[in-house]
């Protein structure tokens, strides 16, 4: 997964969309890279959104690069106003963060009052099925989703859920996309 996605749509342009359609209020994510900080993360993201909207906005913030700092910075966001993070089980390359700092930003999440949302897949299982698959060839759409297996997917959203409670943070699974997955949800 790439560090910076694109869109067609500017916060102008989205966010006037959003009005014709009823919607009143949006909210974005400001993502954190590894090698980046917070506050640079909310302030870059915040500087494109300023004077574009067209609705009211706020700001999710997508944590890839948890230590000592960025856990300091992640609680005084609570403090302005942002109060949901996304971590990522995923993309070792990119977002991934270990159970040992997802379990230390869901501590913060408990002591603040703040949503966890979790990109919930055994990324570093997968990237072994993707390495391999691309070893042999197996490149084309249909791999994205052979690479995926749903066991990887409930056996990350399990594991989430046990940290969630090991913590006491509420937890919102994003995008869950498996019969796996759905039932440790279900079971929580």
């Known amino acids: 997964m790439s560090d910076e ?13 959003a009005a014709w359609g009823g919607t009143t ?10 090698g980046s900080s917070v506050p640079d993360a909310i302030e870059s993201r915040l500087a494109e959104a ?17 230590h000592t700092q960025s856990l300091i910075d ?8 942002i109060t949901s993070f996304k971590l990522f089980m995923a993309y070792p390359d990119a977002w991934y963060s270990d159970d040992g700092q997802i379990l230390q930003v869901m501590q913060l999440a408990a002591e603040t009052g ?16 993707r390495e391999q ?20 997917e409930g056996e990350a959203t399990h594991r989430a859920i046990q940290l969630a409670v ?16 759905l039932k440790e949800v279900s079971r929580a």
């Open 50 to 66: 300023e004077g574009q909207c067209a609705i009211d906005y706020s700001l999710h913030l997508s944590v890839g690069d948890v």
């Open 114 to 129: 703040s949503m966890i949302m979790m990109h919930a897949e055994n990324g570093i299982a997968i990237d072994v099925l």
């Open 74 to 81: 992640i609680r005084n966001t609570v403090d302005s106003g």
């Open 166 to 181: 090991v913590a006491g943070a509420p937890l919102y699974i994003v995008h869950l996309s498996s019969v796996n997955a």
């Open 25 to 34: 209020t949006v909210i974005d994510f400001a993502g954190q890279i590894k």
């Open 5 to 17: 996605a694109t869109s067609s749509d500017t916060f102008e342009s989205g966010t006037q969309a």
């Open 133 to 152: 698959a691309a070893t042999q060839g197996k490149l084309g759409s249909v791999w994205h989703g052979r690479t995926r297996p749903p066991e990887l």
